[in-house]
C-alpha cells in the first residue's frame, strides 16, 4: 500500500475535502516519516510538537464541521529557517538568534496559514542563507536525499530534501542565486522562481531589489502551482508587487511543446560547467527535441553577469548584515562575513556601474526573449560535491573566479527578472539528480506552469528523463 505521505499535496488535499483523510491521520503520518528519516539528512531542524498537533485536530474539526476550507486545508507545511514563524523557532541559520521564537508570522508564512496550511516544521538553510550549501553552526549540514554525505546545495536546501524524502508534502523556498533553483536540481524535486514582485513580501530589506524572492517548491508541478496560487499576492508594502489575479494560477492548462519555439543553451553563454554535465544536458534535450516547433542551440545575451552579479549581492549583505557584522561579527560564518567585507569594500563608482549594466543586460534580455517562447538550460554547473566543502573552487580542472562563479547558471538567470521552472530530468553520470531550468516570460507564471505540467509529462515517458527518486537504504555505486 501506497505511503500516504507519498501522495501529492493536490490529491492530500482532495482526500480532505471530501473527508476520506484526516489532517491528524496525514499530520501523524508525516511526522512518522521524519522521524524515521530526518536523521540521516537533517532536512527538519525545528518541530512544533504541541502547535502541530492543536493546528490538525482544528483543521480536522474544520472539515467535520463544513467550514469553508483554504486551499492548503490540513497539509502540513515545511517552512524555510529563514522565514519568521509564530510560536516556532525561527534561528536564519544563525548563533545570533538560537533561541529565538518569533512572535508573529511573516507576511508570506501568514498567507500560508490563512489558506488552512499547517505550520509544523522548519526547514535547515545556511546562515541567512548565505551560502549554495546548507549548512550551519546551529543545526550544522544536511545531506543530499541521494547521498547524505554530498550537499544538496542551498540555501533551501532543508526544503529540498524534504520533498524529495516524501517528509512533507510542501515546503517554501527563496531563490537569489538559485537558493531555491540548484537544492531542487540537487535533491530531484520541483521548484520555482517567480518574476520579482509576483510574491509579495514586506519585510525585505531592499525592497527594490529584484534579486530576492520568495518562492514554491513541491514534488510535481500541479502542487507547485497550487501552492504558487496561495503566496501570491499584491500588497502596497511591496514596491514590486503588483494588483492582478492569482487564483487561476491553481490550476493551469498544459501547453502543447509543439507549439514552442524553444533555445537550449548549456552554460548560457557566461558560465563555467563541468564536461560531464555537459554530456548530460545535450543528451537530455537529445531525447526532448523533437517534441517543440523548433529548438535552437545557442547562448542568451548573458555577458558580463558574474560582475554585475557580485556586486549587487554584495551590496546587498551591507544592507542585511552590516549591524550583525559591527556587533556579533564572531559569531558569523565565513560566508556572510566574506560578502559584507566584499560590499564595505566598493565604491560607489563600482556599485552605479554595476546597477546601470544591470539595466542593459535586462532589456537586451527582454528583447531577446521576444523571439523566443522558453529558454533551457542545466539547473547546476556541477554534481553534488561534499557537504563538507563549502563550494567548488574549480570546475574541469580550472580555477573558478570567485566563490560565486559555480551558480552562475542560476544567478545569470536572477538579473533578467524572469520567471523560472526548476524539472527533475534524470540522473546525471554520477548517478546523481539532474534539472533543468525552463526560463519563461515575465509575469507569466501560469503560461510557464502550462508548459512545466505538458514537459513533466513527456519527460516521465522517457526512462532517462523521469523523476528520480531517492533510496536512502540502497548502497551508492
Avoid at 476550507?69 to 541559520?93: A, F, Y
Avoid at 556587533?327 to 558569523?332: I, K, S
Avoid at 515575465?442 to 531517492?470: F, H, N, S, V
Wanted: net charge neutral; aromatic share 6%.
Amino acid at each position: 500500500m501506497t505511503d500516504l505521505c507519498e501522495f501529492s499535496a493536490v490529491e492530500l488535499r482532495r482526500l480532505i475535502g471530501a473527508k476520506q483523510i484526516s489532517p491528524v491521520e496525514l499530520w501523524r503520518a508525516c511526522r512518522e516519516r521524519i522521524g524515521r528519516l530526518n536523521g540521516r539528512v537533517n532536512a527538519v531542524v525545528a518541530i512544533d510538537e504541541a502547535g502541530a498537533d492543536a493546528q490538525a485536530r482544528a483543521a480536522e474539526q474544520a472539515v467535520l464541521r463544513g467550514d469553508d476550507l483554504g486551499p492548503l486545508h490540513g497539509l502540513p507545511l515545511g517552512i524555510k529557517d529563514l522565514n519568521e514563524t509564530k510560536g516556532l523557532r525561527t534561528t536564519h541559520g544563525s548563533l545570533i538568534f538560537q533561541d529565538y521564537v518569533p512572535a508573529e508570522d511573516e507576511s508570506v508564512v501568514a498567507r500560508q496559514r490563512a489558506a488552512g496550511g499547517l505550520i509544523v516544521a522548519k526547514t535547515n538553510t545556511p546562515e541567512f542563507g548565505a551560502g549554495a550549501n546548507t549548512t550551519n553552526k546551529v543545526y550544522g549540514a544536511t545531506g543530499n536525499p541521494f547521498d547524505p554525505e554530498l550537499t544538496c546545495a542551498g540555501s533551501s536546501g532543508g526544503s529540498a530534501v524534504a520533498l524529495a524524502l516524501d517528509l512533507l508534502p510542501l515546503c517554501n523556498g527563496s531563490d537569489l542565486g538559485g537558493s531555491l533553483r540548484t537544492p531542487a536540481g540537487f535533491s530531484g524535486v520541483v521548484g520555482f522562481r517567480p518574476t520579482p514582485g509576483r510574491v509579495a513580501c514586506r519585510e525585505t530589506t531592499r525592497s527594490y531589489s529584484p534579486l530576492s524572492v520568495e518562492g514554491p517548491m513541491a514534488r510535481n508541478v500541479a502542487d507547485v502551482a497550487l501552492y504558487l496560487s496561495v503566496l501570491a499576492a499584491h500588497d502596497p508594502a511591496d514596491p514590486l508587487s503588483r494588483p492582478g489575479e492569482t487564483a487561476s494560477l491553481a490550476r493551469p492548462r498544459p501547453v502543447d511543446p509543439a507549439s514552442l519555439r524553444v533555445v537550449a543553451s548549456e552554460d548560457l553563454g557566461c558560465a563555467p560547467v563541468d564536461d560531464g554535465i555537459r554530456r548530460t544536458f545535450r543528451d537530455r534535450i537529445g531525447r526532448i527535441q523533437h517534441l517543440f516547433r523548433s529548438l535552437e542551440r545557442r547562448d542568451p545575451p548573458l555577458a558580463d553577469t558574474a560582475a554585475i552579479f557580485d556586486v549587487l549581492r554584495a551590496t546587498g549583505f551591507v544592507a542585511s548584515y552590516r549591524a550583525h557584522y559591527d556587533q556579533h561579527r564572531a559569531l558569523l560564518g565565513p560566508n556572510v562575513i566574506n560578502n559584507t567585507e566584499l560590499g564595505l569594500k566598493l565604491t560607489a563608482p563600482q556599485v552605479a556601474a554595476a546597477e546601470a549594466a544591470h539595466s542593459v543586460l535586462f532589456r537586451r534580455f527582454l528583447g531577446w526573449m521576444e523571439e523566443v517562447d522558453l529558454l533551457i538550460a542545466p539547473t547546476a554547473a556541477v554534481s553534488p560535491f561534499p557537504k563538507t566543502q563549502l563550494f567548488p573552487t574549480e570546475i574541469n580542472g580550472q580555477p573558478l573566479a570567485s566563490y560565486t562563479s559555480w551558480f552562475l547558471l542560476a544567478s545569470a538567470v536572477t538579473l533578467t527578472g524572469h520567471p523560472v521552472l526548476v524539472l527533475p530530468c534524470g540522473l546525471d553520470e554520477k548517478g546523481m539528480p539532474f534539472g533543468i531550468q525552463l526560463v519563461g516570460k515575465r509575469w507569466d507564471e501560469a503560461r510557464l506552469l502550462g508548459i512545466g505540467l505538458a514537459l513533466e509529462a513527456e519527460l516521465a515517458r522517457i526512462p532517462e528523463c523521469r523523476r528520480p527518486r531517492p533510496d536512502l537504504d540502497r548502497p551508492r555505486r
